[in-house]
């Protein structure tokens, strides 16, 4: 019979071309997806819940696959997690409807940019971070980034190379923490176009150094040129948080001491109890 299997995964992209398979470049997809095929002895598409750049992080990437194989789920964990590298876990295996779909059944997409803002550069969150020195006033970005909240057409945030449909998305908050030396912009929206949040990101650092007035991003939105707006920063500095879906807070399955363990830890979001230094809620 066949199954759909979902997978959460969180990983360090530092050594990866980003999410989606290339010839001849290290993946994420590929790496998970190998291991899968280990595990249930066939070839294995995944479908995911989108694509991350190179060099960009997850502390919640979806993705799912189809297979005839009746390896229980907490097996498919253990099985997976001893194949991938080091900087890839799977932290969530559940079997979910057929027709259910990593993608289309997204409700909200959370991203964090984080920014390091001192005089010199921090060893440890070089690859974490995108390093600013000059202060960054954090009060003029807020002012910025309430213009970009609601249902707009984000053309001028988007990568010229972006092959959406359209440019029109809602996002539901832009908000930044402070823990010196690091700001955190926290962004979350019901889907983002290609390197929107890191467009987003190069434009609202742009007002918090000085260069833009917070009322021009309002005129760049309006304009739909992405010439106009900022430049798109590292993927190092950014994380996809979390893929959200209806009904994830009552996983279901079976009663076996496996699964109560996958139901334990289904349970929770994985933003909601994972923190790397810095981040705060």
Known sequence: MTRNIRMDVEYDGANYRGWQSQPGEPTLEDA??????????HPVTLYSSGR???G??????????????????????????????????????MEMPLEWSARHDAVER??????YNDLVPSVFWRGRSYWVR?????????????????????????SLHCDAEHAVRTLHLIEFHEDFPLIRMRVVGD????????????????????????????????????????????????????????????PSGSSSSANDFLQQRA???RSTRFRAPGYDA
């Not at 202060?135 to 945030?157: C, P, Q, S, T």
């Open 110 to 115: 959370e991203y964090a940019y984080r920014f």
């Open 52 to 54: 991350t750049d190179a």
């Open 191 to 250: 889907a983002f176009l290609r390197h929107q949040v890191r467009i987003t990101a190069g434009t609202l650092l742009d007002v918090g150094v000085g260069k833009l007035r917070p009322d021009e991003v309002k005129t760049i939105l309006e304009s739909r040129d992405r010439g106009r707006a900022g430049i798109t920063l590292p993927g190092c500095g950014l994380t996809l948080v979390a893929v959200r879906y209806t009904g994830d807070e009552r």
């Open 267 to 269: 349970s929770l979001d």
């Open 32 to 41: 998970i997806r190998e291991a899968v095929e280990k595990i249930v002895n």
């Open 134 to 158: 000059d202060r960054i006033d954090v009060e003029a970005m807020r002012e910025a980034a309430r213009h970009l909240i609601g249902r707009h057409d984000f053309d001028a945030f988007r």
């Open 56 to 93: 960009v992080h997850a502390e919640q990437h979806v993705t799912h696959f189809r297979t005839d194989s009746d390896v229980p789920e907490y097996n498919l964990l253990r099985g997976v997690n001893s194949i991938t590298p080091r900087d890839i876990s799977i932290y969530r295996v």
